[in-house]
């Protein structure tokens, strides 16, 4: 049975003296005694009540006491009818969770428990990040939850920050993520999403869309936290077309391997300088900048060059490989005499082998094998190195015409289909999707767009 407990204050005024009303908290009833005491006192003639304002329900699942709060006594009634009628038939549902918790907590909840099972964990901790910041909350230890976690997607993941960095302006429209999860409505994602709409593009909007969706269905299906309905029900999502069929063009190939040998200075400079600064005995300021000054001569002078960039540039080329795969590669995975690179796993999850052409070996064969990783660049630095070539380069950085990284795989896939084209018997769909790993011939489509150039010699 659920009984309602009042929880109204208690108010005492006096007739035509408007000044002398006080208001005091439920619980407070002596202090209200004492103040009608002093009333009387002064000849005055108080009067008390119980405003009719806060409620709980109070009613117990499985010997646990829990409780709905109302604004009325009606309400709280109607509250009441309910939970007994639906005790009594059977049909009962604990929607008190929903009520006591905000989508913020939730949200912090699916960055411990589920993002890190995800392969985009860092970008998920990052928007997740985005909004409680955004809402007056602290930002999340992505590192830390990320090494608590029990059985992450990646052990040996690399958080570069360990909050993560804003992706972006901030957003006025996320703080609804401070209302109870059983407030949200499709009211509160449409307001998020034409705000954003106004910064970023449609497809950003919809990937944080998706964050949201996720987080939505673990609440409601993996932690059992019931809601009358679906929050995100009837919610349409924005329209976009996302398919880019940008390629090289000209001679921006050279263009951006001449803007990489630049890179790949400030890179050398930079890698001989921590070398020789740890290979010195003082930790001094003044010692770092000298092994600084020192690795610039030799550098400057042709006997150090390391083309990293360009080499990365290469390999994204001549492999299709997606960033975060040519990223990951360790030297372990490759078999230069056999040119090959294993990559134990990729987007779709399964492994697959890299064919390298003789003039990309050669090209890794001048790359330091000192660490773990065969390019050994932190995501944020490749994002502004990439910028900079593209700004020496006179290639736009912005709008529909930017050159992406991304972009390289587009235009290794379309190279292979348009020698599949110019190759007697030529290329099967079967042997773009071996050079591609697309497992869905419709994404593999996407990037298979054949040269003007090359369809006239076809037809």
């Not at 439920?26 to 108080?46: F, G």
């Amino acid at each position: 049975m659920a009984h309602i407990e009042n929880r109204s204050r208690i108010q005492v005024k006096v007739k035509n003296r408007d000044d002398l009303t006080r208001l005091f908290a439920h619980n407070h009833a002596e202090a209200a005694q004492r103040y009608c005491a002093d009333l009387h006192d002064q000849q005055l003639k108080p009067l008390v009540s119980l405003l009719d304002e806060a409620y709980m329900v109070r009613y117990y699942v499985n010997g646990k006491r829990k409780g709905f709060t109302a604004n009325s006594a009606a309400e709280a009634e109607a509250i009441q009818k309910r939970i007994e009628a639906d005790q009594y038939t059977g049909l009962f549902v604990d929607y008190t969770e929903a009520h006591q918790t905000s989508f913020a907590d939730l949200l912090i909840r699916y960055l411990k428990e589920e993002a890190p099972r995800k392969k985009g964990f860092s970008v998920i901790g990052y928007q997740i990040n985005m909004w409680l910041e955004d809402a007056g909350y602290e930002r999340q230890d992505l590192a830390a939850l990320h090494a608590a976690h029990p059985n992450p997607q990646d052990r040996n993941l690399r958080v570069s920050k360990p909050t993560g960095r804003r992706m972006s302006q901030p957003s006025e429209a996320a703080v609804f993520i401070k209302k109870s999860f059983a407030a949200l409505g499709p009211e509160d994602f449409r307001e998020y999403m034409d705000e954003r709409l106004q910064c970023v593009e449609p497809a950003t909007v919809d990937r944080e869309l998706d964050v949201f969706r996720a987080v939505c269905n673990a609440a409601m299906s993996a932690w059992r936290i019931h809601v009358h309905m679906d929050p995100m029900s009837g919610l349409e999502r924005p329209k976009y077309f996302n398919e880019r069929d940008r390629r090289l063009r000209e001679d921006e190939e050279v263009r951006l391997m001449e803007a990489a040998w630049e890179e790949d200075r400030l890179w050398s400079e930079r890698a001989l300088g921590d070398q020789l600064f740890s290979e010195q005995d003082s930790g001094t300021k003044y010692q770092r900048l000298k092994a600084l000054r020192e690795a610039r001569q030799i550098v400057s002078d042709g006997a150090r060059h390391v083309p990293m960039f360009g080499t990365f540039i290469q390999f994204q080329l001549m492999t299709g490989a997606r960033r975060s795969e040519t990223l990951k590669l360790k030297w372990n995975q490759l078999s230069l005499d056999n040119q090959t690179a294993f990559l134990p796993e990729t987007k779709n999850g399964r492994s697959r082998t890299l064919p390298l052409r003789a003039d990309l070996v050669e090209l890794l064969r001048e790359l330091p094998q000192t660490g773990e990783y065969v390019f050994p660049i932190p995501a944020d630095y490749l994002r502004k190195a990439w910028l900079r070539m593209c700004e020496v380069s006179g290639i736009e950085t912005v709008g529909s015409e930017r050159l992406r990284i991304h972009d390289l795989r587009h235009e290794a896939i379309s190279r292979v289909a348009e020698a599949g084209s110019q190759t007697p018997g030529g290329f099967s769909l079967l042997d773009l999707q071996a050079f591609s790993s697309h497992r869905d011939p419709r994404m593999l489509l996407r990037y298979t767009h054949l040269t003007p150039t090359g369809l006239a010699k076809r037809c």
